[in-house]
């Protein structure tokens, strides 16, 4: 009997990376109008270098790049570079189709819902607000709750911890094999691969249910619960 779900956050119920390209695109072309000396293309492909070298997270990535290209942060440069990049992300956050219908139709099931992420907890609290999420998942646990990263199994324990159940009642729901897939397979939970999501190409995920749309979570939950609708 699967009693709760338990959802990875970027690229399972918003398209982090789609917002991360159109951020970095928009904060570059703001440099740019303001003297970059950097074609745009390699600009970006330099910034993102950098988060593939400090995390995708990393909050002062502009700083450092501009710190590559002159040897200092030139603070109008700079400047332009924050503020397109916060008008682009807060324009292009935005959930997956059938996220929103599909975690109210699981919730009016009974079924509880919570969020295991990598991101910091601050980071990963503001996406959940500005994508109107915030009340929906119980508990959400993030990067500063473990100090650990999946596939270690210390996050994925301590989500099953805050919710009391057993892992082979908790359904896990992510874009990453190797990470959300193989993670979750340690501790006992059934999983549910976001193809929709995927951003490696991944042929096989070894996970136990494939998504190509969130909306299929429904009657995948029928058929373990034993339900019928």
Sequence with gaps: MIRAVLFDLDNTLTDFMRMKSASIAAAVDGMVDMGLKLPADEARQRIFSIYEREGIEHQRVLDLFLKEVYGRVP??????????YRRARDSSLVTYPHVGLTLMELLRRGLRLAVLSDAPALQAWQRLHQLGLQHLFKPVITFDDTGERKPSPKPF?????????????????????????????????????????????????????????????????????????
Aim: proline share 6%.
């Design 157 to 229: 324990l301590h989500a099953l911890a805050q919710l009391g159940l057993p892992g082979e009642e908790v359904l896990m729901v992510g874009d990453w094999p190797e990470r959300d897939m193989i993670g979750a397979q340690r501790v006992g939970m059934p999983t549910a691969f976001a193809r929709y999501g995927d951003t490696f190409g991944t042929v096989e995920s070894g996970a136990d249910f494939d998504l190509d749309d969130i909306l299929e979570l429904l009657p995948i939950l029928d058929r373990l619960n034993g339900t019928t609708r």
């Design 75 to 84: 603070p109008e440069l700079l400047a332009a570079g924050i503020v397109h």
